[in-house]
Structures are given as structure tokens and as C-alpha cells.
């Protein structure tokens, strides 16, 4: 069985190793090193350049924050590029965060212990490692080249290319220089081999996330679930009230009046058509009542009609005007659309409630295989999952099908609320 990463290709055999393309892997993995070595060599040159020392701690200060800046990109890069020495390495991301503003994300990313030990690896790659891969390429293209060299002096006619502190000449020299770099190739492969194993296992130690990493995941997860069960019991409880509450009461209402309706026109009574026509109001009452809390569970237009009709119907019934342009190829999936649709009517309620504003819109499209959609206004801004206003309920309800929840909202507006939710491309006919 052919090996799936560097360490095993090491331990295959010199035949086995030689023979097979990882020396190369290897290589090529120590060659992606080199995307840092020219900023890395500029740095190492403005330090050697500057002649005081508080310019030396402005520029030092500058590497600092420079290497912290680029260390979440930089580390994901540099996980893609493990899978060169690896080919069982497991795709690894960092968990998107649903914050506004890039101050905010990085207070939350700095809290982070995988953010610190992604800094250390950028502040290694750009001093350390760059320049060991620099030296190590260096070497290796050279010996790549050292056996061909009469050959280029041939047809070059220029001599000598080759100096090791005297001029290598003549048959005998080059001939010895053919055998000595023929033989040290496979030392050479070796040592490549071994040092992106190395650095390989350097940058697994400190890139791949950490059981505590997944630890905090799953107590976030863990708490967004216990969320939704709270949720999931509060519109349960919410249901069983409207109902007691409602629709209950006004249907024993209506049992009582038509008891009495019928006393009255079996003793011939002339209130019986008052009594009737009292009833069937009752009954339209009743029946709006059970339309609008259908309409919370999941609207019949949605069922019928799909999201973009759904949604004009909210935008009918909202108290201030909504601008609704969504354009969709096809129906989706009922479960996609029962979470869009209550996306955007919990961003809507939001803007009614919190937002002052005097309109909003709401536009969405099918992106490859993913909803997206956009809630704006012109409301005062400053809008926050932490401050309860439901957006943190609705980040929640996007979470259970992977979908994902942004927010920009500026003090002073506009506020605008992007869902992201992935679906299949599924049409539904009829």
C-alpha cells in the first residue's frame, strides 16, 4: 500500500523513498515557505538599517501587530498547504463569527487561545522558518543543477560556472563533480524529507484546533441548543396561551350562543335571528384568530406559494413600507424556506420594534447552492445580537441548518441583516 504522507514515505525504505514522489512533495512543501521570504527579508533589512533604538522599537512594534493582523489567513493557508505532506490531513476552519465590525472580531478572535498560537506560528514563519527554507531551496536547486553542468559550460562555452573556493576545470574536475553531487542526492532528499517533516509537525502542533478548542465548539453548541429548546418550549407556551386565551374562548362563546339560539327559536322567540347573526360573527372571530396563529406556526401562502410570496405578505402586513425583490429560479426546500421566512420576519420585527425606521427592504437571491438574503433600513442603527432583541434567538434557528447570520448596523444606520442559508438546488413543481 502506497504511503498517504511523508513520515510513512520516511520509514518505507531508501528504495521505496527515492522512488517515489515525496522527496518532491516534500520540496514543494519547503518551496510554499517561500511566499514570506521576500516581506521577511525586507524586514530583516529595515533592522539592520535603523540606527535608533526608538526606530527600532517602532519597527519591531510594526512586525508585532503586522504578523497579528495576517495570522488567522495566514494560519488557514498554511493548513491547506499541510495536506502537500499529508494527504490525510483533514480540512480544519476557523468557526465563522456573526460580529459587526473588524474591531469587534478581533476582541473576540484575540480571546481566542488558537489565535495566539497562530500568531506564534506567523511570527516563526516570517523570522525562522522563511529563511531556513530560502537557504535549504538554495542548496537543493543547486545540486538539481551541479550534473549538468559540462553540459551547460558545452553550450555556453563559458567556464567555469561551478566554483567551491577554486574554479572546478577540466575532465577530471568535472567528472568528480557529476559523481560527488550524484552521490549526495539522496542525502539531500533525505534532509528535505526530514526537515518538512519537521516543519510539518510544527505547523500541525500549533495550526490543527486543540481538544479544548473543540471543547469551547461544543459548549457553544451546547448552549445554542439549550436556546433553542427555551425557544422551541416559549412558542409552545405561547401557542397553548393564544388558544386558551383565543380561540378558546371564543368558541365556548359561540356553543353558548347558539344553545341559546336554538331555546329561543324552538319557543318561537323573536331574538333568534339576532342570536344567530351574533354567532356567526363569533365564528369569523374565531376563524381569524386560528388564520393568524397558523401564520406563526408556518403561513399557508408559504406552503402555496413559496418565500418570496411569503414575504410579501409580511410586507403587507407591516405598519411601515417594505420593498421586497426577491428573485428565485425555483422552489426550495420547505425546511430552507419555513427558516428563511422566519428570518426575515424576526429581522422585520426588529425593525418595527427597535430600529425607528421609516422603510426598509428586503432582496434575496440563489447563489450556486446557497440562499442569501438582505434586510436594510433606515433606522437609527446600533443594532446587537447580545441586547436581545432577537437576533440572537435567530442566529440560533440559522444554526441548526448551518446557516449563517451577519449584521452592520453603525450608530445612525442603516442597519442591515444578511442570511446565508445553504440549500439544494431542488425544484418543486406544482
Not at 535608533?52 to 493548513?79: D, H, K, Q, W, Y
Not at 514563519?125 to 553542468?149: A, E, H, N, Y
Request: with cysteine.
Amino acid at each position: 500500500m502506497a504511503p498517504t504522507d511523508l513520515r510513512t514515505a520516511l520509514r518505507s525504505g531508501h528504495r521505496a523513498f527515492l522512488g517515489s514522489s515525496w522527496p518532491w512533495r516534500a520540496f514543494g512543501y519547503l518551496g510554499g515557505g517561500l511566499v514570506m521570504a521576500l516581506p521577511t527579508l525586507a524586514v530583516h533589512r529595515w533592522l539592520l538599517e535603523v540606527e535608533t533604538l526608538s526606530g527600532f522599537l517602532v519597527l519591531t512594534l510594526a512586525v508585532l501587530v503586522g504578523n497579528l493582523l495576517i495570522a488567522v489567513p495566514l494560519a488557514g493557508l498554511e493548513r491547506r498547504r499541510l495536506r502537500v505532506v499529508d494527504k490525510n490531513q483533514q480540512k480544519t476552519v476557523r468557526v465563522h463569527l456573526p460580529v459587526k465590525g473588524i474591531g469587534r472580531w478581533l476582541l473576540v478572535r484575540l480571546g481566542e487561545a488558537a489565535t495566539w498560537r497562530e500568531f506564534a506560528y506567523a511570527l516563526l514563519l516570517t523570522l525562522v522558518l522563511s529563511f531556513v527554507d530560502i537557504v535549504l531551496v538554495t542548496l537543493v536547486l543547486s545540486m538539481l543543477f551541479m550534473p549538468f553542468t559540462p553540459l551547460v559550460e558545452f553550450i555556453l562555452d563559458y567556464r567555469p560556472i561551478v566554483n567551491v573556493g577554486v574554479p572546478v576545470t577540466g575532465t577530471l574536475g568535472m567528472t568528480l563533480l557529476v559523481i560527488i553531487s550524484l552521490a549526495l542526492m539522496p542525502l539531500f532528499a533525505y534532509g528535505v524529507g526530514y526537515l518538512a517533516l519537521a516543519q510539518s509537525a510544527l505547523a500541525r502542533y500549533l495550526l490543527t484546533p486543540r481538544d479544548t478548542d473543540l471543547n469551547t465548539q461544543i459548549h457553544e453548541l451546547t448552549r445554542s441548543r439549550t436556546r433553542l429548546v427555551d425557544a422551541f418550549q416559549a412558542e409552545r407556551e405561547r401557542i397553548e396561551r393564544d388558544l386558551h386565551d383565543g380561540a378558546q374562548q371564543r368558541l365556548t362563546a359561540l356553543v353558548l350562543t347558539l344553545g341559546v339560539a336554538e331555546l329561543e327559536t324552538s319557543r318561537g322567540g323573536g331574538d333568534g335571528r339576532r342570536l344567530i347573526t351574533r354567532a356567526k360573527g363569533e365564528a369569523q372571530q374565531v376563524l381569524a384568530e386560528l388564520r393568524e396563529l397558523i401564520r406563526g406556526i408556518r403561513p399557508q401562502v408559504l406552503t402555496d406559494r413559496g418565500i418570496a410570496a411569503a414575504v410579501g405578505d409580511i410586507a403587507d402586513r407591516c405598519p411601515l413600507p417594505v420593498d421586497v425583490r426577491i428573485d428565485l429560479p425555483h422552489r426550495l426546500p420547505p425546511a430552507i424556506e419555513t427558516v428563511a421566512y422566519f428570518a426575515v420576519s424576526e429581522a422585520l420585527t426588529n425593525v418595527i420594534k427597535h430600529s425607528g425606521a421609516h422603510s426598509a427592504c428586503v432582496t434575496g437571491a440563489l447563489e450556486g447552492d446557497r440562499l442569501r438574503l438582505m434586510v436594510t433600513d433606515d433606522g437609527v442603527g446600533g443594532a446587537d445580537p447580545a441586547d436581545g432583541t432577537g437576533l440572537q434567538g435567530l442566529a440560533d434557528r440559522l444554526s441548526v441548518v448551518e446557516g449563517r447570520l451577519r449584521i452592520t448596523s453603525p450608530s445612525g444606520g442603516p442597519t442591515q441583516v444578511f442570511v446565508e442559508v445553504p440549500c439544494q438546488s431542488l425544484a418543486v413543481s406544482g
